[in-house]
């Protein structure tokens, strides 16, 4: 519980930064993976995910350790590949890394994820207010006739493409996907809502 505190903590520094200067700084992410792999290494954590380290690291107390290892690198690879081919920004990824470290892989990727959907309907409820739902859905009606009369995919305008991009904070995403994950609201919602 020592952990999912401070991660929280960290967390909402980097909210307070992503939200109001659009960074989420490496004074925040660096510490916060050092601290990560610290509290892991201690044992304060429990986040073995069961089938890694070797029985033989297990034996030394080095199961915190290697989670908060492989979390770190599991999910940072997965955030560098969005960052390579999808533009995510290089503070994303490292909050997505220093999450992993502090969760290990199993929950760590479980965040993640969440932290992908919740930013996507972030994004979208953003695209919405920002255009309008009759100008965004007359846009996209138009755009599909114009690609259908042309036979082929035609781009967007650099202006279309820019209304298009609002920007996407994925701290409060993660924050809430930590939460989410950590206190398994999802498990105890889902039976209520869908008996």
């Given at each position: 519980?020592?952990?999912?505190?401070?991660?929280?903590?960290?967390?909402?520094?980097?909210?307070?930064?992503?939200?109001?200067?659009?960074?989420?700084?490496?004074?925040?992410?660096?510490?916060?993976?050092?601290?990560?792999?610290?509290?892991?290494?201690?044992?304060?954590?429990?986040?073995?995910?069961?089938?890694?380290?070797?029985?033989?690291?297990?034996?030394?107390?080095?199961?915190?350790?290697?989670?908060?290892?492989?979390?770190?690198?599991?999910?940072?690879?997965?955030?560098?590949?969005?960052?390579?081919?999808?533009?995510?920004?290089?503070?994303?990824?490292?909050?997505?890394?220093?999450?992993?470290?502090?969760?290990?892989?199993?929950?760590?990727?479980?965040?993640?994820?969440?932290?992908?959907?919740?930013?996507?309907?972030?994004?979208?409820?953003?695209?919405?207010?920002?255009?309008?739902?009759?100008?965004?859905?007359?846009?996209?009606?138009?755009?599909?006739?114009?690609?259908?009369?042309?036979?082929?995919?035609?781009?967007?305008?650099?202006?279309?493409?820019?209304?298009?991009?609002?920007?996407?904070?994925?701290?409060?995403?993660?924050?809430?996907?930590?939460?989410?994950?950590?206190?398994?609201v999802a498990e105890r919602l889902l039976p209520t809502l869908f008996p």
């Amino acid at each position: 519980m020592v952990v999912t505190v401070v991660l929280l903590i960290w967390l909402a520094a980097a909210v307070a930064t992503d939200v109001t200067l659009g960074k989420i700084f490496n004074a925040i992410t660096y510490p916060g993976m050092v601290a990560a792999i610290a509290f892991n290494a201690l044992g304060s954590a429990g986040v073995a995910s069961g089938w890694w380290p070797p029985k033989a690291a297990a034996a030394w107390g080095w199961v915190g350790l290697w989670a908060s290892v492989l979390g770190l690198l599991a999910c940072g690879l997965v955030m560098v590949a969005c960052y390579v081919f999808f533009r995510v920004g290089g503070g994303d990824v490292k909050l997505i890394a220093m999450i992993g470290a502090f969760l290990g892989p199993d929950q760590g990727i479980l965040v993640m994820l969440w932290t992908f959907v919740l930013g996507a309907c972030a994004g979208l409820i953003l695209l919405v207010w920002r255009l309008g739902p009759v100008r965004l859905a007359a846009s996209v009606a138009r755009h599909v006739l114009w690609s259908i009369r042309l036979g082929g995919f035609h781009p967007l305008t650099p202006e279309q493409r820019r209304q298009l991009e609002p920007p996407l904070f994925l701290a409060p995403s993660a924050l809430i996907a930590v939460i989410v994950v950590r206190f398994e609201v999802a498990e105890r919602l889902l039976p209520t809502l869908f008996p």
